[in-house]
């Protein structure tokens, strides 16, 4: 490996009650590269995003980010160095707009000082920068016609567009993404991987993935990660992983 | 017979009063989720600083020499200290300015420590905390004698005294209602800036609204501490228009009152307070007229009460959403359109 | 050193918490939210009876399960015309709550409003009423009935639901839904039928323990609200889940309350009585900081 990991998971232990989501997790995920994480249902790897996100406090283990341990701090610090994940099951801000949803994303700060909110109007300004941001965002991921909808109108699959369209408006360096195409439809799905990986070559993004379907996401990914029960089983390229038996063994169990 | 313009003082005085609750309930409430039911501990803090200061400051700046207790001597001196005010104006502002800035310091100090248990608590816990919390500042003003009376009460010069008669009044109402506006002012301009949207955001979605980088701490802390201050403010014009402070007057029923014009109104709307704090004084001076017209075997204060708990009940239960629903914010974004052919265009659309 | 009648006052008083602490901790069980109307129910009960006892002329402790069927009454009435149906249109947890403080509001005002026919067509003394008590002389000693009435009520009212919900069909059923209303429901329970049982119970505990009040403070419609706060540090001390938390968290509270306003009065300190309520706040605040899961989370686990 050339790279130092831009992340790393040290002996990551997570209980719940009996049982253990997270026993003993070490992974690395190299910069500039998209590292996926699959496993059968149940096999941590939500949980190990949600430790990695802050969303968890992990009982054991440490977090790494650019060799900082960033084990137990709170998820708007870690998105201060440009940590940002989506959720398995979206959580929209619901009673928002669309394109609001993806403003409130934004990394320009605007709605930090209620006192320069009152006193001034340069906001404003900024604030149509970055609405012609988010529409191209919008545009990307074919949902621009609905960005004055409410979040709670939207479908399934639109509403995962849109946890993918915040974070994208986040201009994170290292993307978390938990089934960024569960529900998408399959055309869509391909442009959304392909973007990944445009990212990945033209501005040097990392991200770490968690995918079902491997048969559209498999063919852009580098490096693989397959967990079971709470452990990393494998990891490598896709092939090596593809073709471990313990992989197919974990997936034909369960 | 009924003074109407006294009623008019009354109604203008006391809408701009509950405004500002409102408009600040609506802040903590309507935006961030924050359901403050110690409302009226905040309000209490802003009219307990005045009962405890403007009697003394103004003693102090008249030259009077305090004889005797507290508790006894302060409505005597409060009427001796207005009549000082009627031919010095600048010291009655003075009073009240000093006031004001102590009272709303006080509040956000409060407000900041109340944003202590907001964050840890679940609503229900904060909810009895908070009401619990302003039940012993109450009981507090109310056993501890030199701080604002006791259960006299305490008197509360009158800043205005140097107005001419007939104008005081309109005085009162004036002042209440331009602190009312600024205090609405304030809650539409945050409501409806990137400030207004990270609020809504953390009460939809408090997990998402922190992995995209909000504070939450932070932002319950700013809120709360606004909130409070303005609360505190109300406390102060409520008090000066009252020309008294009495500890028992700040009891939980304020709250409720509070929240019910915020809900009534339309919780999530800024516009919703104006209405609701109308619909509300609008009630309540009806059944206060009807009080002199109907002879009934009870009390009929318990009757609006009843009137007002039920009024709550139906609006939860048939139109939640109150009578100004709320809408998505309206930030700059109003100058987007999207032309026929898709495209994004810089005009006004709505 | 202490009076023992201060020691006796205290467990009367913890009695009639732990009944009030354990009744709501019941209700937040099936609603998931607190319900401020709670010292209501009590207030409801108390009534009720006194008007069997002003009116009917009863004696007075027959009176008892009147107040039982008052609050149970009442409960059962605001869970399913106001809590129930609020939930059915996916109310949210708050303005469960916000409903709960509206209900309080209307509450104490329809007593009020009660208190004044009351008086107004009866004559009678409709406020600050107290009931009076007989004395028992047990080996010799000379204790009131009060003490013996209400620790006896609380052991057979835990007994009773005891059994309900360990050795009958309908606690199990009252279990499941309490568990997992969903599946339950699933199962074939009538979850809503479960719930309003368990409301009719949790306002008749409450109605007893109203029942109790009048013997030892002067009692008016407002009093609801003022034992509220101890009810909840009560119920919160427990673990606002645990049943047999309330009741511990209900003696607690009690003793700590009437000792710790005792001893707090009495020189050097000589602090006004009316600081009490400050007793609860505290330990509120203590379990809310320290032990945020309740004394009941100390010997078992969320059951
Ligand atoms: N908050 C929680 N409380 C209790 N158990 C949990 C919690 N979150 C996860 N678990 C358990 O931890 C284990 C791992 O769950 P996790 O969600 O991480 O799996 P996953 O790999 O993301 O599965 P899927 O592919 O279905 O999303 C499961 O057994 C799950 O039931
Ligand atoms: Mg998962």
Redesign the interface.
Known sequence: MVDDPLLRTVDLEKHFGGVKALDGVSIEVEPAKVTMLIGPNGSGKTTLINVVGGALRPDGGKVLYRDEDITYLPPHERYRRGIVRTFQVPKPFRSLSVLENLLVASRAGLDTSAAKILLSTDWAKKEEELIEKAFRILELLNIDHLWDTRADQLSGGQMKLLEMGRALMSEPSLLLLDEPVAGVNPTLAHDIMSHIVKLRDEIGLTFLIVEHRLDITLQYVDRVYAMHQGRVISHGTPEEVMSDPKVVEAYLGD | MINLFLLLVDIGTMYGVFLILSASMELEYGELGIPNFGKVMFFAAGAFAVGALAVRLGTWLAGIQWQGEFKTKSILYSTAVSNYFATHPLQALLVFAVTLVVAAVFGAILGIVASYPAIRLREDYLAITLIAAGELFRIFGRNYDPFIGGTMGVGVPDILAWMPPGTKEAGYIALSLSFAAASWLILYRLSTSPFGRALRAIRDEELAAATLGKDIVKYRMKVLALGSAMAAVAGVIYAYYMGSVLADDFNPLKTFLVVLMVVLGGSGNPYGTLVGVAVYIFLDRTLALLKHYIILPFDINYAAMLFFGVILLLVLMYRPEGIIPERPLLTIRAKFCRTKEGKLEKRLCK | MIDPNILLDALVYSNMLALLSLSLTLTIMTLK??N?AHGDLAIIGVYGAYTFIVIAGLATYLTMPLAFLFGGIYAVLCYLL?YS??RR?G?N???L???S??????????L??YA??LK??FKVYSRAFIFNDFTANILGVQVRGLVLVSSLSVIALLALLYILLMKTKFGVAMRAAIENPALAEVLGINVEKVYATSWFLAGGFAGIAGFFLPFRIPTSPDLG?II??PI?AAS?LGGINSLSGAVVGGYIVGFSEILGTYLLSQPPINL?T??R??I??TI??IT?LLLPQGIASLWSRGD
């Open positions: 939210v607190a401020f106001i149906p609020l249109r109310a947890f708050v303005m709550m916000i409903a403080m509206a209900i309080d509001i209307a509450t104490r005002a329809l009020q409003i004044d026919l107004f067509n609200f509220l706060l909840f919160i006004s009316a600081y309520p400050a609860p706040f509120l605040i809310l």
